[in-house]
């Protein structure tokens, strides 16, 4: 059982990229109720870096396994909320999308979770090395987790030691996954790969993606608990 660490907790990070802050995330967790809330937005825009205001909504059990996502998605050229119920009883998962009248219904393992809800199993469960089921927006992915020692890393909360983690996310049939939101399709690309480092306090400190050949930095700029 991984929850009730930390009751609550909000993470800001800007992400920066060629240089330059690109967009701003915010992350909520919420052990007590087990919930998430995030929220992205644009800070600058371009066609590498189109527009996007986006929020997501997450409940979870015990291991960080999501129950259901909703998705409020506004980008450029796309308006939309889906959601996707997991019943873990029956192993499987069902998406609606309110831009299209029929649900897809497809198989789950026991122990699937979705981009974010895995991040904060990483962050709050020191995990072992090895292989984890990955929802890649109702396809079969992995992210393969390898454990690369303690460092030092600066943020606004002072010099702080922590784990690095490296991560690589793949499709085993190495199919895309279906596009549905910017910020989700940036981290489910075949072999991009992310770093992430997390502090004996369990929090996400620092974080790099590198995917279809830009690495965007998520530099923590403010820290509730």
């Known amino acids: ?3 009730g660490v930390l009751w609550a907790s909000q993470a800001e990070y800007y992400l920066k990229a060629l240089g330059m802050k690109v967009a701003y995330l ?3 967790i919420n052990d007590r109720n087990q919930t998430m809330d995030i929220h992205t937005h644009s800070l600058f825009t371009s066609s590498i870096f189109p527009q996007l205001d986006n929020t997501y909504s997450i409940t979870f059990d015990n291991e960080y396994r999501p129950l259901n996502l909703k ?4 980008q450029k050229n796309l308006d939309d909320v889906v959601t996707t119920d997991y019943d873990r009883t029956k192993l499987t998962a069902r998406l609606c999308r309110q831009s299209e ?7 789950i393992g026991k122990d699937t979770r979705e981009v974010f809800t895995f991040l904060a199993f990483l962050a709050k469960g020191n995990p072992r090395d090895g292989s984890y089921e990955i929802d890649g927006n109702g396809s079969k992915w992995k992210a ?3 454990r690369k020692g303690s460092e030092t890393v600066k943020t606004i909360l002072g010099k702080q030691p922590a784990q690095r983690y490296e991560i690589r996310f793949a499709s085993p049939d190495q199919q895309k996954a279906p596009y549905i939101d910017m910020a989700t399709n940036n981290i489910l690309n075949q072999n991009s790969r992310i770093s992430v480092w997390v502090d004996a306090k369990q929090r996400m400190i620092k974080a790099v993606v590198k995917a279809r050949g830009i690495s965007t930095n998520w ?6 608990a």
């Open 144 to 146: 393969v987790v390898a």
């Open 1 to 3: 059982m991984l929850c």
């Open 26 to 28: 915010k992350i909520n």
């Open 101 to 107: 009248p029929k649900s897809r219904s497809y198989p």
């Open 219 to 224: 530099e923590l700029i403010g820290y509730k």
């Open 71 to 74: 998705r409020d998605i506004h």
